[in-house]
C-alpha cells in the first residue's frame, strides 16, 4: 500500500481524535513512512503526530508494534497534515471529475423575432425536473442574418406547424397509451385479488 499511495490526490475520512480535519479537502499523498523511519531521521513524532491530538506515547507504541505507518499529505494551499494509517479512511482516488457543461441545439434559420420565452422556461423547468439543476438558458445567434421570399417564409412557418402538430399528437398517443397501461395494470392487481379471496376456504 505504502508505493501505492503516494503521489495520489484523494479525499479522507478521519477516525478520531482526528475527526476536525475536513473531508471536503483535495489532498497529495506526500510520504507513507513507518513510525521508526521518522524517528532515526530526527522527526519529533510523539509530538507532532500523537500528542498535539491528546495521544499518548503508550499509544504510539501501540502502532509501532502493529507496524502502523505514518501518512502525510498536502492539501487546502500549503497545509500539510500527518497522522497513522490506522486512523485514516481513503475515499475514492481523485474524487469525482465535474466540468461545466451545456446543451447546445441548433434550430437552423428561423424568423429573427421568434420568441422563446415559453420555450426557454419549459426547457429550464425540464433540466430541473431531470438534473435537479437550475441551469441558465441564453438565445445565442450562431450564423449571418439572411433573407427568404415572402413564400419561402410562409412555406416554412406551415412546415414547422404541420411538424409541431404531429409531433404533440405523438405525444397524445403516448401519455393515453400510458394512462390505459396504468389502468390494465390496477384491472390485474384486482383481478389478482379476486382470485386470492376465491381461493380461500
Known sequence: MKNSLVGKDTFIRTLP?????SNRTLYTVVSVEMITKLISDGNDVLTD???KVGLTASD???DVINKVPIVTLSGGGTRVISIPLNRLEF???GGQEYVRLG???DLGPLPIDTDFTDLQEEILVLIRARLGINGVSNIVQISKIDKVSIDDHELHVELREATRET???SFIQLEQTERELDSMTQL???LK?????LKQP
Open 17 to 21: 481524535p482526528y475527526d476536525n480535519i
Open 49 to 51: 503526530v500523537y500528542e
Open 60 to 62: 504510539m507504541n501501540t
Open 91 to 93: 475515499k475514492n482516488y
Open 103 to 105: 446543451i447546445g441545439i
Open 167 to 169: 409531433t404533440v399528437s
Open 188 to 190: 390485474n392487481e384486482q
Open 193 to 197: 385479488d379476486c382470485i386470492i379471496q
